[in-house]
Each structure stands twice: as structure tokens, then as C-alpha cells.
């Protein structure tokens, strides 16, 4: 029954919170929802700004999950580095509380938010690193430093999510994440240079 309650408030302040941001969202509105008590969610959480926190946390542990399952099934580092990018836009696109994170300037009122959102980009690179000194020693890939490779890609990544996300549409987003691992995989340059 305890187990209920909160899956109950989380999801219910989640959409919410999607919804209205977190300055709009009320608790109270949250415990009518979610058919609680608002006295129950204190009990829980003791503040909004709590419930907000493991909202995020939540969404960016479902991101993680998904996204190396998806890496897990491809089998040569290009593909699983083709498949992160890939998953990591199609879960990002219900993660809105942590995209609705850059648009409200959430870390000025809220600065866990923001370590919440560092450890999640944190995560990400690490498995592109994974995937990087995998492929290097497969040879697929030359690089001499791939947490660095990582992080750029990571970056690259992330500044294209909220206008992809938002703005685009998913055939759209496919389109520029093939021409992006062209670039990444081929180059620009039609020979290699020394």
C-alpha cells in the first residue's frame, strides 16, 4: 500500500510537473490527483522542491536503463554508438521534466536539479567512453583520448535536445543523426590527412 502511494504521487506530480513546470505545479492539486492526502506527500517528501528531485532522478535512471539496453543489442562499437544516439533522443522526448530543466532555468531556484542533470550527462559519457575504448581496441575507431571524444560527443549531443526535441519532427531528427554519425564516422575532408 506505501509502495502504491508514492508510485501514485510520482506519477501523477511527473505529468504535473510536465505540464506547468514546477513553479505552477501545487501540491495540493498533486494530492487531489493522486487521490492522497496532501499531508501524505510531506510525510513522503517533506517539500515540493523533494518530489520535483526524485521526478528527475526517476527520469533520468529510465534514460539510462533504456538507452544501454539499446546500446547492449548492437554488436560492433559504431552501431552501439549509432544506437545511444539514437535512443537517447527517442527516451529524451518523455523526459520532459529534465528538458523543461534548460527552458525554466530550474537550477537558479534549485540547484540539486542541476547536479541531477550533471550526473545524468555524467552517465551518458561514460557509456559513450565505453563504447569509444571499445572500438578503439577493436580498431574500428582512432582516438587517443576517448573520455575526451566522449565528452564532445556528449556536448554535441546535448545542445542539439531541446531544439530537436521540441522543434522537430522524429523523421527529421533521424535525418540529422545519420548526416551527424557521417561526420563523426567519415569526416568532412574527401582525404585523410596526415
Known sequence: MKQEKLESILTTARKMFARYGLRKTSLDEVARMARVAKGTIYNY??????????????????????VTSS???????DDKLTAFARAKFRYMR?????????REGIEKLLPSAESIRSDFFEREVNIIDSILREGVEKGVFQLKETLLAARAIGYALRGFELNWLVQEREERI??????????IFYGLTSEKRC
Not at 517528501?45 to 533504456?66: H, N, T
Not at 533521424?174 to 561526420?183: A, G, P, R, V
Request: hydrophobic share 40%; proline share 2%.
Open 71 to 77: 546500446v547492449a543489442q548492437e554488436v560492433s562499437p
Open 45 to 66: 517528501f517533506g517539500s515540493k522542491d523533494q518530489v520535483y528531485l526524485e521526478v528527475l532522478r526517476r527520469e533520468a535512471d529510465e534514460i539510462v536503463e533504456r
Open 94 to 102: 518523455h523526459a520532459i521534466n529534465i528538458l523543461n530543466l534548460d
Open 174 to 183: 533521424e535525418h540529422y543523426l545519420t548526416e551527424l554519425f557521417n561526420i
